[in-house]
């Protein structure tokens, strides 16, 4: 089953770039008198060759997209089939096996996994799946296929509601690829249960990239109070009050969300230890501190502020607003935990902004832990984009 694909010729010297390791190709890129992307559909697999005409790898592309082209091997031989979906795959799950004893984790992480433009969260014998390209999108039944061959399970569910499919031509949908649709899932993470919504919930129903936060916050968490800011299901604030939070409240504007809390609370044996407020953070931080609220840790887990790198100023302010609210609600030496989960807010940058806030306020900040994305979400070091969480772990004291 060997068939011939097309070639694209890249300009002079922007091979470089993916020599070193890089999978996009950019539009500008591509030596469209050579070879017009016109001439291409979108999701169509092509040879990819430098401007003197040498192979450097097999992509598929996209015409219609600024990133038109993604690097699927660096070998001339390599087809894009079901034979390397599945290797692919198996590779990707050996690596979770380093990590995880239980089959609960992102098993496919886009590029990290040689598998651009796919991700997969597995729940169990429960795949949920997101196709954000055209090429992906191609290869939707043998992705099934091959899920269902190695896996027989339960249910596959295809979650392809991101925005950014649009951009690739794509329409959004949910579908039951396999099995049929769970109401809720049951995972477990760091020792606390938690029903999900695998469908109308947020992204794949579970965000499994911070548990290493959740659980170092664990360690230091016995008898406080805690506040959980962006709460979603309760992630962070649930896994403190299993272990040992004295209250913990949780703050939300997704009322379905904080309806999980509540559920999630009662699961646990926690519910009389934890409360719910909906509403936007930046409003209801305000009311707690016009309440005159304190609490021991307070987290911050917000969606990505900064989303695209035109962004930035508006979404540095965002963080520095929102780190600085915290920082008023948290007692004298107690911890504000501080995420953000935008690839384009550097470390340096969310940290200036927290130091921004405290000393707006003047107070001192000691950033005495950081969590990384958990090992489900590997970097590919020529890839920037794919490192994206950072969690600062700060006491916060009366200015020395
Ligand atoms: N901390 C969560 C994940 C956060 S996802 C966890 O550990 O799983 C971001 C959450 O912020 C979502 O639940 C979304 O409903 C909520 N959200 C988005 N904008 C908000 C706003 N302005 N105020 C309050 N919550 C918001």
């Avoid at 999978?23 to 979108?42: G, Q, R, Y």
């Avoid at 649009?166 to 396999?178: D, H, R, S, T």
Wanted: proline share 4%.
């Amino acid at each position: 089953m060997s068939e011939n694909y097309k070639s694209i010729r890249l300009k002079k010297n922007e091979e470089r770039r993916i020599k070193q390791g890089h999978v996009w190709i950019f539009s500008n890129e591509v030596d469209i008198k050579e070879t017009p992307l016109k001439s291409f559909e979108a999701g169509e697999v092509v040879t990819v060759e430098a401007s003197n005409g040498k192979v450097i790898g097999v992509a598929y592309i996209n015409p219609n997209t600024l990133i038109c082209g993604r690097i699927i091997s660096r070998s001339a031989k390599a087809r894009f089939n079901q034979g390397f979906i599945k290797k692919r795959i198996q590779a990707a799950q050996t690596l979770r096996e380093l990590s995880f004893d239980e089959p609960y984790y992102r098993l496919v992480f886009g590029d990290a996994d040689g598998l651009p433009g796919l991700v997969i969260d597995r729940f169990g014998d429960v795949f949920v799946a997101q196709i954000t390209t055209a090429g992906m999108e191609k290869m939707k039944d043998v992705i099934t296929t091959t899920i269902e061959n190695l896996y027989h399970p339960r249910t596959l569910i295809y979650s392809n509601e991101t925005s950014s499919r649009k951009l690739e031509g794509l329409p959004m949908y949910e579908e039951v690829a396999i099995g049929e649709l769970p109401e809720e899932v049951l995972i477990e993470e760091n020792g606390t249960k938690f029903n999900i919504p695998v469908s109308g919930g947020q992204k794949t129903g579970w965000f499994y990239d911070h548990r290493l936060g959740r659980k170092r916050l664990q360690e230091m968490v016995k008898g406080k109070r805690v506040l959980d800011v962006f709460s979603y299901l309760g992630g962070w604030g649930l896994e403190a009050a299993v272990a040992g939070a004295s209250e913990v409240v949780c703050v939300d504007s997704s009322s379905s969300a904080l309806d999980g809390v509540d559920r999630n609370a009662a699961l646990n044996g926690v519910a009389d230890k934890v409360t719910t407020y909906e509403g936007n953070a930046f409003d209801v931080l305000k009311v707690l501190i016009s309440e005159g609220n304190k609490y021991d840790v307070v987290i911050i887990d917000p969606p990505a502020f900064v989303k695209r790198k035109k962004d930035i100023r508006s979404g540095s302010e965002g963080y520095r607003r929102i780190n600085e609210l915290a920082i008023r609600l948290v007692e004298t030496d107690g911890i504000l935990v501080s995420a953000s989960c935008s690839h384009h807010m550097s470390r340096d940058a969310l940290l200036n902004q927290v130091q921004l806030a405290a000393r707006h306020l003047d107070r001192t900040v000691q950033l005495f832990d950081q969590a990384h994305q958990a090992p489900d979400h590997p970097v590919h070091p020529a890839i920037p984009e794919t490192e994206y969480i950072k969690t600062f772990f700060f006491r916060v004291s009366k200015a020395w």
